[in-house]
């Protein structure tokens, strides 16, 4: 029987990635039909002119130590704003007056457009950390609120129950809360994956940082080098699912 099961799982595994090929050509294909069509490289380059440039990138060393930067930089702003919208909405839980103060910060942070950020937070950093505070205000209210929500969601007999066996407050954590808030952590942090990645290159590309993704889109843009452009999109997706495979997988790890 566990052989027929695990057979059926790779077969819809299969099937799966034989889809996403397909659905991969299918739109690299239209692209390229797109581009003919267009039949100018400076407004849409021909897939084979963008991984051609694409390659060319991939042959210097300022290519590799632009990801590397602006993958650490983005990865430690996502790290810290998890830990602290853990901490703040356990705060907001335990002091009510606390809560509604940060729920109003929250909201806020969510309600101002990342370039209004990025302006505000380079009169007071250098351009090297603005993609780190950027991808932390970005990820902060995602995690504040779903972690919030998810102690919200515990069941209040199981507390009564907790109360009448007088469990201590660690017991407590581990055996009813934790179990509450894994799913809505889960989600908060695939759900913020996109939210940093995207917002830290965004950051970098108005702060212009040495070394940087950010930095090399906007070169590319500004010297109409298009077959560039494209190439440092494709290593902005593929270095985000990559930041978003590696991060889920870890927390799934751990929780």
Known sequence: MGNILTGAKRKKKCVVYRRKFIAVLVLLAAWQLLSMWVDREIFLPSVPDTFRALAALARTKEFYLSIGTS?????????????AGVLLAVMAEINAQIGEILQIFMQLVKSIPVASFVILVLLWVSTSR???????????????????GGIWQVDEKLLEMAEVFR??????????????????????????L???????????????????IGGELYKAKLYLMT?????????????????????????????
């Open 71 to 83: 993958f650490v930089r983005i990865a430690v702003g996502f790290v810290l704003a998890v830990l």
């Open 167 to 192: 469990l201590g407050i660690w017991k407590k954590v581990r055996a009813i809360y934790l179990p509450a808030v894994k799913p809505s952590f889960v989600t908060a942090c695939s759900v913020g």
């Open 130 to 148: 603005l993609s780190t505070i950027i991808s932390f205000l970005m990820v902060l209210p995602v995690v504040f609120t779903n972690v919030r």
């Open 227 to 255: 077959p560039e452009l494209f190439a440092w999109t494709i290593v902005i997706v593929a270095a985000s699912v990559l930041f978003e495979k590696l991060v889920m997988w870890g927390i799934r790890k751990i929780v």
């Open 194 to 212: 996109g939210f940093c990645f995207k917002s830290g290159i965004a950051a970098e590309v108005i702060g212009l940082p040495a070394n940087s």
